[in-house]
């Protein structure tokens, strides 16, 4: 093969059955996650680089003193939210990390796989229909570079 063979892996249909089911159970952990529009995310406060140590002094003033806040002030809110946002801090860190090694071995995968069709389909071209069983499989992939020779061809518009 041109390009080796990075991964050769067999993800079993029990394993997958079971990485799936264990997703199933983070995600019924926290049944409150929410989901924002691209208009509500552009609308939010952002964090910031500082923005936790700026709550979290936040909360150490309002937790010295409550008395200068605006009234109804809701400590136990505001608790929770610092609280929270530390916690899904660290499952975040933990899903973002998995993530990249999912999205990786996934294009790493999807890599080899194609420079072994790429292989196996030169050999198709050079059979030259000389094999009758492997014609229609041919004739699928010759599609594939049907498609890019058009598009290589077609003229470009002039700017």
Do not use: C
């Not at 990249?100 to 890599?111: D, E």
């Amino acid at each position: 093969m041109k390009n080796g063979n990075r991964i050769s892996e067999v993800f079993t249909d029990a394993d997958l059955k079971a990485v799936l089911a264990a997703l199933d159970t983070i995600e019924a952990k926290m049944p409150w996650l929410l989901t924002l529009t691209p208009d509500e995310s552009r609308g939010l406060r952002n964090l910031g680089f500082d923005g936790m140590p700026f709550a979290q002094a936040a909360l150490d003033a309002v937790r010295a003193d409550l008395d200068f806040t605006r009234r109804g002030f809701d400590l136990p809110e505001f608790e929770k939210d610092v609280a929270l946002y530390g916690q899904l801090g660290r499952v975040r860190a933990r899903l973002v990390g998995l993530t990249q090694k999912v999205v990786q071995t996934h294009q790493i995968t999807g890599s080899d796989m194609m420079v072994t069709a790429d292989d196996v389909y030169e050999d198709l071209v050079k059979d030259n229909g000389e094999t009758a069983a492997v014609q229609a499989p041919r004739q699928t992939m010759r599609k594939r570079y049907a498609r890019r020779k058009a598009t290589e061809a077609a003229p470009k518009p002039i700017a």
